[in-house]
């Protein structure tokens, strides 16, 4: 009886300091391994737009691809929900192998830095998944929807000031910076991050932007009646436009289709559904705004172990690919109608993708 009490008590003291480790490890601002190619000219921080982020948990490192020649100013956005990975993965594969030749190409691998140092809360998915490059084993990590709670209490009253309404009455929502658009200065520090993403788009005259997401895939079979009060939609292999740039999102699609023979549904901003990036900083600032969704097997409930890089079905590969042709098909597109040039070298194409691991297209 005294050995088992004994067991017990040294296993439960044994998992404490495991999780302290954990904690060591993963909480506060974690350190990014990011690792620029020849193509980033320079680099700046979030805070130098926003200083009040300065040494806090949500600076956050954003890159330069500029261009010989001037033409159009595009930004791509990683990161705003840390536990859909293939969207800061198709931002560091931009940062570590593209090259601009003609315009000016800007990207934030990770948004919510405060939501990467938190582990997955929605479905437990690891932390940080290996994968093999030509330098050896590195690690891409993911995290959470949502700001870290140590950086944001959940009942902070500055939530219930979004004009929007109905996603900042649930406190959980309110870290979410997807929901925080455009973001207030006097805000929560989620609205803060936004204010100070959109700052960063009008000081640099960014003429369009692609906020990268993922989504349940299409093979999720239990149905939610509800997403946040609204009803649930297959998001999954859509672009989502600002309704400014709806036929130039259209276009940039057929594009796209012709390009990887992967088709995406287009959805227009609802813009009475307030906060999100697509349709609140194409309101707020002269940027096309645009949102892309991959589909993501850690976001499907019933998945017991699912594999966020190799899934058979929608491997990494797959689902970067989506974001940086979008990216890339939207460019042109915009590109053309604004008369301004933008060529880009080293993004992979779809098909290279496909044929190899992740690691291929990272340094
Ligand atoms: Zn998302």
């Given at each position: 009886?005294?050995?088992?009490?004994?067991?017990?008590?040294?296993?439960?003291?044994?998992?404490?300091?495991?999780?302290?480790?954990?904690?060591?490890?993963?909480?506060?601002?974690?350190?990014?391994?990011?690792?620029?190619?020849?193509?980033?000219?320079?680099?700046?921080?979030?805070?130098?737009?926003?200083?009040p982020?300065?040494?806090?948990?949500?600076?956050?490192?954003?890159f330069?691809?500029?261009?010989?020649?001037?033409?159009?100013?595009?930004?791509?956005i990683?990161?705003?929900?840390?536990?859909e990975?293939?969207?800061?993965?198709?931002a560091?594969v931009?940062?570590?192998?593209?090259?601009v030749?003609?315009?000016?190409?800007?990207?934030?691998?990770?948004?919510n830095?405060?939501a990467?140092?938190?582990?997955?809360?929605?479905?437990?998915?690891a932390?940080?998944?290996?994968?093999?490059?030509?330098?050896?084993?590195?690690y891409?990590?993911?995290?959470?929807?949502?700001?870290?709670?140590k950086?944001?209490?959940?009942?902070?009253?500055?939530?219930?000031t979004?004009?929007?309404?109905?996603?900042?009455k649930?406190g959980?929502?309110?870290?979410n910076?997807?929901?925080?658009?455009?973001?207030k200065?006097?805000?929560?520090?989620?609205?803060?991050?936004?204010?100070?993403?959109?700052?960063?788009?009008?000081?640099?005259?960014?003429?369009f932007?692609?906020d990268f997401?993922?989504?349940?895939?299409?093979?999720?079979?239990?149905?939610?009646?509800?997403?946040?009060?609204?009803?649930?939609?297959?998001?999954?292999?859509?672009?989502?436009?600002?309704?400014?740039?709806?036929?130039?999102?259209?276009?940039?699609?057929l594009?796209?289709?012709?390009?990887?023979?992967?088709?995406?549904?287009?959805?227009?901003?609802?813009?009475r559904?307030?906060?999100?990036?697509?349709?609140?900083?194409?309101?707020?600032?002269?940027?096309l705004?645009f949102?892309?969704?991959?589909?993501?097997?850690?976001?499907?409930?019933?998945?017991?172990?699912?594999?966020?890089?190799?899934?058979m079905?929608?491997p990494?590969?797959?689902?970067?690919?989506?974001?940086?042709?979008?990216?890339?098909?939207?460019?042109?597109?915009?590109?053309?109608?604004?008369?301004?040039?933008?060529?880009?070298?080293g993004?992979?194409?779809?098909?290279?993708?496909?044929?190899?691991?992740?690691?291929?297209f990272?340094?």
């Open positions: 009886m005294l050995t088992q009490f004994r067991l017990t008590v040294l296993s439960i003291f044994g998992l404490t300091l495991v999780q302290c480790l954990f904690v060591v490890a993963l909480g506060g601002t974690i350190e990014l391994d990011i690792r620029p190619g020849k193509g980033v000219t320079h680099q700046k921080m979030l805070s130098d737009y926003y200083p982020f300065k040494n806090t948990n949500f600076d956050t490192p954003i330069f691809l500029q261009g010989e020649k001037p033409g159009i100013t595009g930004l791509a990683g990161g705003t929900h840390p536990n990975l293939a969207g800061q993965v198709a560091l931009m940062v570590e192998k593209g090259e030749r003609v315009g000016r190409l800007i990207v934030i691998p990770y948004a830095r405060s990467l140092s938190v582990k997955d809360t929605q479905y437990g998915v932390p940080l998944h290996e994968i093999l490059t030509k330098t050896g084993i590195r891409l990590p993911y995290g959470d929807r949502r700001t870290d709670i950086d944001q209490q959940q009942d902070d009253p500055r939530v219930y979004n004009p929007g309404g109905y996603t900042l649930n959980k929502e309110a870290r910076l997807n929901r925080a658009y455009p973001g200065v006097d805000g929560t520090p989620t609205e803060q991050l936004a204010y100070a993403i959109i700052k960063m788009i009008e000081a640099e005259s960014i003429e932007c692609v997401h993922e989504a349940r895939t299409l093979d999720e079979h239990k149905t939610d009646k509800t997403d946040n009060g609204y009803p649930s939609r297959r998001l999954a292999y859509t672009l989502v436009s600002n309704p400014k740039a709806t036929e130039l999102a259209a276009i940039s699609l594009d796209m289709e012709e390009d990887t023979g992967v088709t995406m549904k287009l959805e227009e901003s609802n813009t559904y307030r906060g999100l990036s697509h349709l609140e900083i194409g309101n707020a600032t002269n940027c705004s949102l892309t969704e991959s589909p993501n097997p850690g976001q499907d409930k019933w998945r017991e172990d699912a594999d966020v890089i190799n899934d079905k929608y990494l590969v797959h689902r970067v690919g989506i974001h940086l042709r979008v990216f890339i098909n939207l460019a042109n597109v915009i590109s053309e109608e604004f008369g301004k040039p933008f060529t880009v070298k993004i992979p194409e779809y098909e290279a993708l496909l044929k190899g691991d992740i690691g291929m990272l340094n």
